[in-house]
């Protein structure tokens, strides 16, 4: 059984910071493509980033030099460092893993960003 588990969600005040994980199980981790997606209220869900087996990242436009993503294949997880955060970083943040052609998806963890 597949499971994916978001946490380290929480309220944040604008210019703070904050570090996402995801520790995965029953799936061959290091083989996996890992990505966070989110879905702020009223909005569809969007991609944040994504990180590849062999470590190489890519990012949406409105989160480069702000967010990081990174795995640790050893612990079966991946993070989302978000620095400088903003207001309109407010969503639910989701994992995601593609392995052998399917996609698994955690619950989701809540992101706050305000004064």
């Known amino acids: 059984q597949v499971q994916l588990v978001e946490s380290g969600g929480g309220l944040v005040q604008p210019g703070g910071s904050l570090r996402l994980s995801c520790l995965a199980s029953?799936?061959?981790?290091?083989?996996?493509?890992m990505g966070w997606y989110r879905q702020a209220p009223g909005k569809q869900r969007e991609l944040v980033g994504t990180?590849?087996?062999?470590?190489?990242?890519t990012y949406t436009d409105s989160v480069k030099g702000r967010f990081t993503i990174s795995r640790d294949n050893a612990k079966n997880t991946v993070y989302l460092q978000m620095n400088n955060l903003k207001p309109e970083d407010t969503a639910i943040y989701y994992c995601?893993?593609?392995?052998?052609?399917?996609?698994?998806w955690g619950q989701g963890t809540q992101v706050t960003v305000s004064s």
């Open positions: 995601n893993a593609e392995y052998i052609a399917r996609p698994y």
């Open positions: 990180i590849r087996s062999a470590g190489s990242t």
């Open positions: 029953g799936i061959g981790f290091s083989r996996a493509a």
